[in-house]
């Protein structure tokens, strides 16, 4: 599970830093790229949320 959570949270910075990319770039294009990024780490990390969710709701079950 940790390695999940570390992942999780690699995630989250990396969605920090599209963000702040997105905020700062001068062309539409970059803005696009980095709004399309950091949505694709959002997909990923709200998988990751689910999986740590089922995995604690299996250990809680057990």
Request: aromatic residues 4%; positive net charge.
């Amino acid at each position: 599970m940790k390695d999940i959570l570390a992942h999780l949270e690699t995630l989250r910075v990396n969605i920090a830093k599209c963000e702040e990319l997105e905020r700062s770039a001068k062309s539409d294009i970059k803005r696009s790229v980095f709004r399309r990024t950091a949505a694709h780490y959002r997909v990923l990390a709200g998988e990751l949320e689910r999986a740590l969710a089922e995995m604690q709701a299996k250990d809680a079950a057990e």
